[in-house]
Every structure is written in structure tokens, then in C-alpha cells.
């Protein structure tokens, strides 16, 4: 299922006005599969905004929590109900050699598994801006241009298809997909179909498009793992991304930038 | 309909703002009761530690939405979050369960708001673990977006071409993320517990 994230995101945000805004209302109403897709993306910005701006009161949080923890849960004896606190306090000292202290400090952290996450996207944000800003807009900023989609006017039933290639060529990939849809065996069609899923986040729909293509033993084949390694590098399938850029012959226009990429990757 | 607080909404305002010593308190009145929780139900110290943790974390979470306010006192709305939380960790681990049903020991509000804790604990996971599949480039993103920076300091912080690069890439970032979450075998479980 294709949505459009651009449109989901605008909605979400505040910025659709107007008859946009009424439309996509009405469409909610109806559109089941639309509504909860929009709920699901509401609650994921709300649940993990929530997380990533309180980072660091969780933080001390886990702080007091882990040495109150200690305090209270440090005692090793089997029956903690016959202590009062005070004699736990002291047994503690006395048994905590019963257990082994590297078991207590490795569930100790893991105690803050939950943590971890936010403090590793911490570190990993703060890596990334400092050292790596440059490198990092490079990495995936190549496939921020589409795919040229160039069909020259045809009359009668490529109308529409010229309709789409306008629609895609100002970016609204939404009102294009559904026509690119209908014609499979355009092998530039289905490049600019994958493109228009890629752009609207359907990740996994502009994989399966690229490599039908990448497979097909047509001339656009090295386009296509041109476009195919990129949506691999969105999922973080590193592997997969370098193997199509390798399949990317001398004579492609894509095989300078598939090589400097290469490169990058390492390898 | 909004209810008057309970007096154990100290418990719930010392989380949020981490005070220490009336966290303390929490610990006092019920390390014990969470300890031999576990301790009947196929767990250890450890264990009775990281439950603590994590469920008052589990709390600290729920409160910060907008519309919350503890109506119910704190120790049976604990127990039911803790004692949940734990079922989960049996039954995930294919340990035995031997809790025992206590029928009618809370009221209907404390379940229902337990309920609501360890969802919402269940969905930032599940969340969390997807983020952590994205590519780095989408990590780097996003999080700059939950920390509601706006799309133009993105813009220059990231050094990107223009905002419309930036509002794309969003796009397709947090597409992505969509579909791994929705692939998850325990999407559809969670899903119900945010549509309202």
C-alpha cells in the first residue's frame, strides 16, 4: 500500500489549509487503511518526541533509580522479610560477596536497557553533527535527484501518462503513482514509479520496483541498481547497497558517483 | 470529567521532577512487595530491581501526557503496572507463570490506567527498536525532528540544499520507519491501544 507521507506529514503538522485540508479530512472519514496510517504517524511523533526531549531527565532519573537500587535491592539473603531496613543496610556489606559483582554490575546496566537507546542516539547525533555533518549529507544526498522521466507527447491513451510525468516532475508523486502503475512494461515508467515510492517513503516498494528492473536485462538496468543501492542505503542494508553499485558498469553515467560512493562505504 | 488528584500525586510530581528523597519513599513503602512479587513468580533481586526501574520509568512516561492526573493511590496503580510488565517478561521467556489472580483487589481506574502505562512503555519500545534499523542518515534526521527542531535549523545544521531536500528526505525517513513498525509481529497488539 502506497501512502503519501509528504501529504500525512503536512496534515500531522498543521500546514494543510484550506480545500487540502478538506479534502484530506473527508478522505480520513472514509479511507480506513489512510486513517490509521495517520494515527499510527501521529503516535509514533508523539510517543518518541516525548522520549527524545526528555533524554536527559531520564538520564538523572536513571541515576537516582540505579542508587536506590542498590540501597534497596543490594541484599542477597532469602527471606528479606525478616529484615527491617536498618539490618538490610548491613547485610548487605556482609553478603553481597555471595554473588558475583560482575553479574550485579551487568544486570545492574541492564536494568537500564531502556536507556540505552537514547543515550546511544544521543552519543550517535552528537558524533554524527560534530565530525561527520559534511560526509554524512553526501552519503544519501546523491539520491535526492529523481529520475529524469522524459516521454515526449503521444496522442490519445498517453495523455495520461504525460499528465503523470508532469505531476511527477513537480513533485507530486502521489497523483503520479497510480498512473505509472498502469503501465508495467514501460521500463522508464517503472523508474520513475520507483523514484515516485522512494520519495513518498514506500521503501520497500521502490526496492521490489528497482530490482524487477536491475533484473530485466534492459538498457536501464544500471539505473536501476544506481537507485536500488540508494533505497538499500534508507534501510541501512549497507551490503546490498555496495553489490548493486558494483553491478554498475564504465559506460553508465552513474558509475563515477557508484564508484566515489563505493568508496565511502568502504571496501 | 475531571477528577480531584489523589494525595499520592506527590509520588507522580516527585518523578517528574526527580526528587530525590520522595523517590526514596517510593522505594521504602514498596521494594518489599515488588521483591516478593518476584521472588514468587520465578525471578530474582535482579530482577525485582529492573522491574522496579523500569516500571516506575513506565509511569514517568505516562505522566508527562497532557491529561494525566492520579486519581487512584499510587501503590495499587504500581502494583498493576509492575505486575503486568512482568507477566509480559514470563510469558516472552517462556518462563512459568504462577501469578495469581487477585480479583477485585484494585479498582477499575487503576487497571485502566496500568493498562495505559505499559502500553504506551510497549509502543516507545517497539518504536525505538525500529528507529534503531534506520539508516544513519535517517536516525540523524529524525531525531533532530522529535527534538522539534524546526526544518530550517535542520536545514543548516545538517548542511542540506534547501528545506525541500530536508522535508524529503523527513518524508521518506519516517515512511520507512512506518513500514518496519507495521511489519513487527506485535504491531497489531499494541495498535489498539492508541487509536482513539
Known amino acids: ?267 | 470529567m475531571t477528577k480531584a488528584p489523589h494525595t499520592d500525586q506527590k509520588y507522580i510530581d516527585a518523578l517528574l521532577n526527580n526528587d530525590a528523597s520522595l523517590i526514596e519513599e517510593i522505594y521504602q513503602q514498596w521494594h518489599k512487595d515488588v521483591l516478593n512479587f518476584v521472588k514468587k513468580n520465578n525471578g530474582n533481586e535482579q530482577d525485582a530491581d529492573d522491574l522496579f526501574q523500569e516500571s516506575l520509568m513506565a509511569v514517568v512516561r505516562r505522566a508527562r501526557k497532557g491529561d494525566f492526573v492520579l486519581s487512584v493511590p499510587f501503590g495499587g496503580y504500581f502494583y498493576t503496572v509492575y505486575r503486568g510488565k512482568w507477566l509480559d517478561r514470563l510469558r516472552k521467556s517462556g518462563r512459568a507463570q504462577v501469578i495469581k489472580e487477585e480479583v477485585g483487589r484494585y479498582s477499575e481506574e487503576s487497571y485502566t490506567l496500568a493498562l495505559e502505562t505499559i502500553f504506551g512503555d510497549d509502543r516507545l519500545k517497539l518504536y525505538q527498536k525500529h528507529f534503531e534499523q534506520l539508516s544513519e542518515n535517517c536516525r540523524q534526521l529524525l531525531h533532530l525532528t522529535f527534538e522539534k527542531l524546526s526544518r530550517k535549523q535542520i536545514m543548516e545544521r545538517l548542511g542540506y540544499a534547501s528545506e525541500n531536500s530536508v522535508n524529503q528526505r523527513i518524508h521518506r525517513c519516517r515512511g520507512s520507519l512506518q513500514q518496519l513498525i507495521k511489519k513487527d509481529p506485535t504491531f497489531e497488539t499494541l495498535r489498539a491501544s492508541y487509536q482513539h
Not at chain 1, 157 to 163: A, C, F, G, V
Not at chain 1, 254 to 260: D, F, G, I, L
Open chain 1, 1 to 267: 500500500m502506497n501512502f503519501d507521507y509528504k501529504q500525512i506529514d503536512q496534515y500531522i503538522q498543521g500546514k494543510l489549509e484550506g480545500e487540502a485540508l478538506a479534502n484530506f479530512e473527508a478522505k480520513l472519514l472514509t479511507d480506513k487503511a489512510l486513517a490509521e496510517e495517520v494515527a499510527l504517524y501521529k503516535d509514533v511523533e508523539m510517543t518518541l518526541t516525548s522520549a527524545y526531549t526528555h533524554e536527559e531527565e531520564d538520564a538523572a532519573l536513571a541515576q537516582t533509580f540505579g542508587q536506590l537500587g542498590k540501597k534497596y535491592f543490594g541484599n542477597q539473603t532469602a527471606t528479606i522479610q525478616e529484615a527491617d531496613s536498618a539490618k538490610v543496610k548491613q547485610d548487605h556489606t556482609k553478603v553481597v560477596r555471595l554473588k558475583p559483582t560482575k553479574e550485579r554490575t551487568t544486570k545492574q546496566s541492564s536494568g537500564l536497557w531502556w536507556l540505552r537507546p537514547a543515550i546511544g542516539l544521543a552519543v550517535a547525533a552528537l558524533i554524527a553533527l560534530l565530525i561527520f555533518q559534511p560526509w554524512q549529507a553526501d552519503f544519501i544526498q546523491p539520491f535526492d535527484t529523481p529520475y529524469q522521466l522524459a516521454m515526449t507527447e503521444r496522442s490519445g491513451s498517453e495523455e495520461e501518462l504525460i499528465t503523470a510525468q508532469k505531476a511527477y516532475k513537480s513533485g507530486d508523486y502521489a497523483e503520479a503513482l497510480p498512473i505509472f502503475e498502469k503501465h508495467p512494461n514501460k521500463v522508464e515508467v517503472q523508474l520513475a514509479k520507483g523514484n515516485a515510492q522512494y520519495y513518498l517513503g514506500n521503501i520497500d516498494a521502490a526496492i521490489n520496483t528497482f530490482e524487477q528492473i536491475a533484473n530485466g536485462g534492459s538498457v536501464y538496468t544500471s539505473t536501476a541498481n544506481w537507485y536500488l543501492a540508494g533505497a538499500y542505503l534508507e534501510q541501512n542494508q549497507t551490503e546490498k547497497a555496495k553489490a548493486a553499485l558494483a553491478l554498475i558498469p564504465t559506460s553508465s553515467e552513474h558509475y563515477e558517483a557508484a564508484q566515489k560512493l563505493l568508496r565511502k562505504l568502504g571496501n
